[in-house]
């Protein structure tokens, strides 16, 4: 499968009905409304690099309203668990598989990752408190 990524520009006024147009047309799997430079991106997705010649400038450029497109073919596409994830403490890698939700290990459901687990003798509150002001009520 070939996938082709056609940065869009068209008409302001005619992003809707253009994006409706361009959508339907045969080997165009998905149509994005975006901000920038361009007002659409188009995922065409054909089985020969052949066929590209057939949707990109035979069919979007010809759709009404399309001022002008930039096409970037796709080499190939990368596993999302081979992706790194970015943590407030800098890169880490992918959490493996989620764990039963009932465990206190579990993956988050945003991010992914695994919180770091605490040694069995290590209590809740590890930290200290903090002995530089004296307490209030306390009489020194």
Not at 43 to 54: G, I, K, N
Not at 59 to 69: A, F, L, P, R
Not at 99 to 121: K, N, V
Request: some cysteine.
């Amino acid at each position: 499968m070939i996938t082709a990524i056609v940065l869009i520009e068209t008409e302001v006024d005619a992003i809707p009905e253009v994006a409706e147009k361009i959508a339907g047309l045969p080997g165009v799997s998905e149509v994005y409304s975006v901000t920038g430079e361009y007002n659409l991106i188009a995922m065409v997705r054909v089985r020969e690099h052949d066929q590209l010649a057939d949707v990109i400038p035979g069919s979007i450029n010809k759709v009404q309203g399309v001022s002008s497109t930039v096409t970037h073919v796709s080499f190939g596409r990368t596993p999302r668990t081979t992706w790194r994830r970015r943590s407030a403490s800098g890169w880490t890698d992918p959490a493996p598989p989620r764990a039963d939700p009932a465990t206190s290990l579990a993956a988050s459901p945003t991010t992914g990752l695994r919180p770091a687990a605490r040694p069995a003798a290590m209590p809740a509150r590890a930290l200290p408190r903090c002995e530089t002001q004296p307490r209030r009520g306390r009489r020194t």
